[in-house]
């Protein structure tokens, strides 16, 4: 398998190919994780550290597992006790992290750019597991690895993207990755939740639910971010949920064998009806969960195959 990438920072820098290549992998793994043989040794003897600035249970939860599902050891740091609340800048983490000699570093952090500065920083590979309103890559894969699984294929698809888009870096590493993908991608919310010049992303926008929904593949929920909220952007929760929260009604709209995704976590009742969200017939939203575990797991073995090669001796001419 051909990944040229030392770092997975986002989906903007990876090709059609980088993006297939990580998901036949997790294909996989998927099928791996469902047997009883889950283990492998592709990261035995490296070292994984998982730095969330952030809270996650998810991403975090399952970083964790991948990694030890691959025989890494797995270090998980307190940013909320670490020596970051004592005023160290994220240069000085970096620079102290790196003199421990790690091999994965998987960095969650509330402001768009940290996770590529710390990057440039250490010598081993780095995943982007969030950082502020900026890309969440590895969501976006597991994403896509759902989408592709349910639906056959992961090209030509009508895809809605729903809700708080401005705050959302679920939505940004979406739009990459089904771009790339050569999918009709349709961002539908409200005016205050639609980034201004989101029509130049080569989407189609719609302040109508009913008319975005029309005739879609599959209907990606979001969360609505209100911890990067500075203003009122909705009227009330109860007015979002009847104009903007995926029902009944509204998921009719689409295609009869449409799926229904989330990210998580999810307000049942604001941005999704409890009955769609649980309804085996429609929503992937525990598939994902499980592709989560599966994609981290490639991406981690395909950066940890890179790491290797670099540090690999060269062979001496005499």
């Known amino acids: 398998m051909s990944f040229a ?14 993006i297939t290549t990580i998901l036949d992998l997790a294909d996989i793994y998927a099928e791996k994780e469902r047997s009883d043989a889950k283990s492998s040794d592709a990261l035995r003897g490296l070292t994984q550290i998982n730095m969330f600035f952030e809270n996650s249970t998810r991403t975090q939860a399952s970083f964790e597992i991948a990694g030890k599902r691959l025989g890494a050891d797995v270090m998980n740091m307190a940013m909320q006790t670490s020596s970051v609340k004592k005023g160290e800048t994220l240069i000085d983490t970096a620079l102290t992290l790196n003199a421990m000699h790690p091999d994965l570093l998987v960095v969650r ?44 294929r992961l090209h030509r698809l009508n895809i809605a993207i729903c809700g708080d888009i401005a705050h959302s870096r679920v939505a940004r590493s979406n739009i990459h990755l089904l771009g790339k993908m050569e999918n009709r991608v349709k961002l539908v919310g409200p005016p205050t939740l639609i980034p201004s010049g989101a029509a130049d992303w080569g989407v189609e ?16 929920m979001l969360r609505l971010q209100r911890e990067r909220m500075d203003g009122g952007f909705i009227p009330s929760e109860r007015e979002y949920y009847h104009r903007y929260g995926l029902d009944a009604e509204k998921l009719a709209l689409a ?61 001496v001419m005499v």
């Open 5 to 18: 990438q030392r770092h997975l920072l986002g989906i903007e820098p990876l090709s059609q190919s980088d």
């Open 109 to 152: 952090h509330p402001h768009s750019g940290a996770v590529d500065l710390l990057a440039q920083k250490v010598n081993c590979a780095v995943l982007n597991a969030g950082d502020g309103k900026h890309e969440h890559p590895t969501q976006a894969l597991l994403d896509a690895l759902t989408i592709r699984r349910a639906k056959g």
């Open 205 to 220: 926008v719609y302040d109508d639910m009913r008319e975005g929904l029309k005739d879609s593949d599959v209907v990606m």
């Open 255 to 315: 295609k009869p064998d449409a799926i229904v995704m989330h990210p998580g976590p999810m307000n049942r009742g604001v941005e999704i009806d409890g009955t769609i969200a649980d309804d085996i017939n429609r929503s992937v939203i525990q598939e994902q969960v499980e592709m989560g575990v599966a994609v981290r797991m490639a991406a981690m073995d395909l950066l940890a195959r890179n790491l290797r090669a670099a540090r690999k001796p060269q062979g």
